[in-house]
């Protein structure tokens, strides 16, 4: 075990706001072994960002994980060569190209679809009715697996996160992955033939092509839904929350000052989405007078990088006009998000421009709370919001013309 400084955490205020112990850690132990979470974690931003590149020391390799054992082996637990190969082989199906040329205009039209059916209703929670429904509906087009339900993509992306959670090795939790694992095999069967005679730009569709194993095809999808579905999800409804509870800052955006991809990258940074990273310690080493010792467990803190205050002038404050470049919402080494592009438009081109044009006078509902919870991964869990419902709005309700 490493030698940092023991750092003490009450699990349930951590998951409901882990912020100040984090700026407790990283102010007193930046490098510290919390019992609770049984791993050393790090927390300031340019540690992470240095550290997180020393594959040899910080490896992604971690044969005995619960997610190797629940999900099969993918790349998120290989290093170098291995890594690099299969994050090569899903390149084209999340390239910069396959989002501007296939993935963007399929965004619009689940936001456009799922509005229609959503304006003329005057309420509702935006987690379940929109973000979650548009998260899911770009992923199965981005994983290949149309055949899918939206539900089971959101339910079985949970199931298997909170499978690889399960260090308690409680047997339901570990059922229900194994039911989520059951269900997108068979997705996947169900669609092999498909894309083998259409091939397209789907995750399974470019894997296959690229002749990947038939085991590494099935643990990358997987990942790809564990990784692909609660983050976009989170990061919609929570930049909505956001904007409605920053009002100038939203006029900013409405006023051509600020853009909505500004909006969504500082988000990410103020509540990063994927609060931790974890890796193993592959050989002895020494930093930041902290001496690691071979098979440690080490949590890369994004969350708390995110909110140094070496990096970021009151990391605590929503300003969507601050200089982000530094956030690492979305890692920051080898393992950086494959999945960056195709979230940056689902969000910032799609998500975002889509709802506050058509769900005139948008605002929270005050009758009901907005829950907020998590540390590894952080997100709303509710939002409760009104809106005016324009009797006299076009045919699909998209004229953006505002109630007197
Ligand atoms: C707001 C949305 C998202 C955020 C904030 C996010 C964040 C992250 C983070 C922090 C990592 C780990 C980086 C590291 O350890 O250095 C990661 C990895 C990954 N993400 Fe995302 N993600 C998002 C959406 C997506 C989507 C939509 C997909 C679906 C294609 C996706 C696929 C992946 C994959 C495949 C990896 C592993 C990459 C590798 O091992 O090389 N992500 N993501």
Known sequence: MSNAPHYEIDVQAFWADPYPDLARMRKKAPIAFVPQLGSTVLTRRDDIFTQEKRIDVFSSHQPAGLMNRLMGHNMMRKDGDAHMTERAAMFPSVSPRAVRDTWLSKFQAHADRILDRLAPEGRADLVKAFALPLSAQCLKDITGLTNMRYQDMDAWSQAMIDGIANYTGDKAVEARCHAATAGIDAAIDDMIPVVSRHPNSSILSVLLAAGQPMENI????????????????????????????????LALVRDGKAKWIDAFEEYARWIAPIGMSPRRVAKRWTYGGVDFEPEDRVFLMFGSANRDEACFDEPDRFDITRDTSKSIAFGAGPH?????????????D???????????????????????????????????????VNSTAGACGRAPTRRT
């Not at 999800?233 to 009002?247: C, E, F, K, Q």
């Not at 506050?356 to 998590?374: H, P, T, W």
Request: aromatic share 8%; proline share 5%.
């Open 218 to 249: 099935r643990a990358n999808v997987k990942l790809a839904i564990s990784g692909g579905q609660n983050e976009p999800r989170d990061a919609i409804s929570g930049s909505v929350w956001a904007l409605l509870t920053h009002p100038k800052q």
């Open 336 to 348: 950086y998000c494959a999945g960056a592009i195709a979230s940056r438009a689902m969000v910032a």
């Open 350 to 388: 799609v998500a975002l421009p889509s709802l506050f044009a058509r769900l005139n006078g948008l605002r929270l509902d005050a009758a009901e709370q907005v829950k907020i919870g998590g540390w590894a991964f952080r997100g709303l869990l509710n939002l409760p919001v009104e809106w005016d």
